[in-house]
T-cell receptor, first 113, second 109 residues
Framework: NAGVTQTPKFRVLKTGQSMTLLCAQD?????MYWYRQDPGMGLRLIHY???????AKGEVPDGYNVSRLKKQNFLLGLESAAPSQTSVYFC????????????FGDGTRLSIL | GQQVMQIPQYQHVQEGEDFTTYCNSS?????IQWYKQRPGGHPVFLIQ?????EVKKQKRLTFQFGEAKKNSSLHITATQTTDVGTYFC?????????FGKGTRLHILP
């Protein structure tokens, strides 16, 4: 089992460029999450999904869009990247219950110049 | 809105000393989870506490959930270099999970 796989691991973008971060899980989890982690800020929830075809906003959704077309994949999109979006992005998944432990991917380190 | 505060933000301890991090919620929680993130790594689930006053142990780690289910603590006895990392609590209420900002533990040899 690979668990939760994030691609890419690193990326540098210029302001205004767009990109998509991919998260794939092979644990048949219903719930998937996207977080950003900044120094001193802990983990902040961007968007989450409770099942295929569903998405919901988290704590800091502005500037991001998500899609969950397949149960195993959760995509995070930046339509027009801004320097404030420089961060480490983590994807996580869990069984269908918010009390279930979350399994995290290795993260994507994104720099916006 | 719901907030989860964690203190201290940083802690330096001599190897072999004990370490404690505290987690406080502004609202009553249904349960609380603890995660550990090694430097350069990703958060890894450690344990979940559900019952009021619950105490759980994992080797040198002791986790407590307060009677009012609004606070929790993680205590490490006789720290080792392998304990280095950031420890996060995550409070769950109304199907929503809120992570604390974490406590970064540094071990001095």
């Amino acid at each position: 089992n690979a668990g939760v796989t994030q691609t890419p691991k690193f990326r540098v973008l210029k302001t205004g460029q767009s990109m998509t971060l991919l998260c794939a899980q092979d644990m048949n989890h219903e719930y998937m999450y996207w977080y950003r982690q900044d120094p001193g800020m802990g983990l902040r929830l961007i968007h989450y999904s409770v099942g295929e075809g569903t998405t919901a906003k988290g704590e800091v959704p502005d500037g991001y869009n998500v899609s969950r077309l397949k149960k195993q994949n959760f995509l995070l999109g930046l339509e027009s990247a801004a320097p404030s979006q420089t961060s480490v992005y983590f994807c996580a998944s869990s069984y269908p219950d918010s009390v279930q432990p979350q399994h995290f991917g290795d993260g994507t380190r994104l720099s916006i110049l | 809105g719901q907030q989860v505060m964690q203190i201290p933000q940083y802690q330096h301890v001599q190897e072999g000393e004990d370490f404690t991090t505290y987690c406080n919620s502004s609202t009553t929680l249904s349960n609380i989870q603890w995660y550990k993130q090694r430097p350069g790594g990703h958060p890894v689930f450690l344990i979940q506490l559900v019952k009021s006053g619950e105490v759980k142990k994992q080797k040198r780690l002791t986790f407590q959930f307060g009677e009012a289910k609004k606070n929790s603590s993680l205590h490490i006895t006789a720290t080792q270099t392998t304990d280095v990392g950031t420890y996060f609590c995550a409070g769950i209420r109304d199907d929503k999970i809120i992570f604390g900002k974490g406590t970064r533990l540094h071990i001095l040899p």
